[in-house]
């Protein structure tokens, strides 16, 4: 069985800066697209970032220029840096992967979250 683990998450000052990681793990022939998620209370979830299998990179725009995503192929990770946070990136941050198994079948797969609180 695939599964993403989210790690990371915290709490910080408006300004500062965090790190997110996720791996996969389990049988995986080949990962694909990548992303990054975010949901606050009481809103939709939203695309935060995405990265492509050939490194292609893709911002929210209330992100862009302040988060930056990459990818390790080597690990099945992939990584986000936060920068000059401000409380409206506080919420739940989700990894979601697109991988093929080893029948070359396409999922889907969301982690599980990990909580970004961003103080004013």
């Known amino acids: 069985q695939v599964h993403l683990v989210e790690s990371g998450g915290g709490l910080v000052q408006t300004g500062g800066s965090l790190r997110l990681s996720c791996a996969a793990s389990?049988?995986?022939?080949?990962?694909?697209?990548m992303n990054w998620y975010r949901q606050a209370p009481g809103k939709q979830r939203e695309l935060v970032a995405g990265i492509t299998g050939g490194g292609t990179t893709v911002y929210g725009m209330a992100v862009k220029g302040r988060f930056t995503i990459s990818r390790d192929d080597a690990k099945n990770a992939i990584d986000l840096q936060l920068n000059d946070l401000k409380p409206d990136d506080s919420g739940v941050y989700y990894c979601?992967?697109?991988?093929?198994?080893?029948?070359?079948?396409?999922?889907?797969?969301w982690g599980q979250g990990t909580q970004v609180t961003v103080s004013s």
């Open positions: 389990g049988m995986i022939f080949s990962l694909n697209d």
């Open positions: 979601n992967a697109d991988y093929a198994d080893s029948l070359r079948e396409v999922h889907h797969l």
